[in-house]
Nanobody, 121 residues
């Protein structure tokens, strides 16, 4: 069955860094564009970053541009989110997701269970 398993979340101080990982299985990873979403308490889920199936193009929410970087390794069926200069407002549950059609990034085909990131001193 399809699985997206996130890891790497945790507690970090403001200004710190974390690297989230997502292990994909149960589908043809190289056929799917990959995204990271996040959801903070009391807020709607937000698309943070996306990467095309080949990794040749990325895009980011304005709130994370210049601080976050998405990447993928198609040989390992992995997608990553490097998060630098973290702020308290980055606190959220982060979800890995996959979509077959780039235009449908707001409606992923698959979702992971999420990993908690807390940015606090």
């Amino acid at each position: 069955q399809v699985q997206l398993v996130e890891s790497g979340g945790g507690l970090v101080q403001p200004g710190g860094s974390l690297r989230l990982s997502c292990a994909a299985s149960g589908f043809t990873f190289g056929w799917y564009h990959m995204m990271w979403y996040r959801q903070a308490p009391g807020k709607e889920r937000e698309l943070v970053a996306a990467i095309t199936r080949t990794g040749d193009s990325t895009n980011y929410a304005d709130s994370v541009k210049g601080r976050f970087s998405i990447s993928r390794d198609n040989a390992k069926n992995m997608v990553y989110l490097q998060m630098n200069s973290l702020k308290p407002e980055d606190t959220a549950v982060y979800y890995c997701s996959a979509v077959r059609v780039w235009a449908n990034r707001n409606e992923p085909n698959y979702w992971g269970q999420g990993t908690q990131v807390i940015v606090s001193s």
